[in-house]
């Protein structure tokens, strides 16, 4: 064999093997969540369960009841409900995402974080993120899940300009309550 073929066939052999490691997945990518991503006010499905964000507010204080907080606060107005079973079904991951960090919603407040979904009939109420201020001035990403082990589950996205909402001083979060 001519030693030119040679050295072409092995290059090519290489260029080959480079392309084959660029397009095979990561070992992360085999476990991520599905995401179902949308707008504020839609409805969203995931596997076992629908939700929406309705309203996204910002405020230098949080309120629910007889708590309150001082600090940066995103305040998102949330209604979920079970497709397929009640049990072991409640909105267990809510998660703002800015800039590829997450900030976890604040089980200080009585909020729906953690609430039990039902089977057709929808829960409405509030979940709140404390968040530095600088963050405030960013884009982000309300994530939403049943569990908050999230691989290979699915999670609602919905974009939310921080930077575009009226910052007051109290942001008032809604009780949990049957959605109307």
């Known amino acids: ?3 030119w073929l040679v050295w072409t066939i092995g290059l090519a052999l290489v260029v ?3 392309a084959v490691i660029q397009i095979t997945p990561s070992d992360d990518a085999a476990v991520t969540p599905f995401e179902v991503p949308g707008a ?3 409805p969203l499905s995931g596997r076992a369960f629908q939700a929406s964000v309705t309203d996204v507010r910002l405020g230098d204080r949080a309120e629910a009841g007889g708590w309150s907080a001082e600090g940066t606060w995103v305040v998102a107005d949330v209604t979920a409900q079970a497709l397929l079973d009640e049990q072991g079904s409640l909105l267990g991951h ?3 995402i800015v800039d590829g960090v997450r900030y976890r919603a604040s089980e200080r407040p009585p909020s729906i974080f953690r609430t039990g979904l039902s ?3 929808p829960r409405s109420g509030s979940i709140a993120f404390e968040i530095p201020a600088d963050v405030a001035q960013r ?3 309300i994530e939403l899940g049943l569990s908050e082990e ?3 589950d699915s999670v609602v996205r919905v974009p939310v300009d921080l930077a575009a909402l009226d910052r007051g001083t109290d942001v008032e979060l809604r009780k949990t309550e049957w959605a109307r």
Do not use: E, I, N, Q
């Open 119 to 121: 089977v057709g009939l």
């Open 94 to 96: 809510a998660d703002l």
């Open 40 to 42: 504020l006010g839609s």
């Open 139 to 141: 884009s982000g990403v």
């Open 1 to 3: 064999m001519k030693p």
């Open 150 to 152: 999230t691989r290979l």
């Open 16 to 18: 080959a093997a480079w």
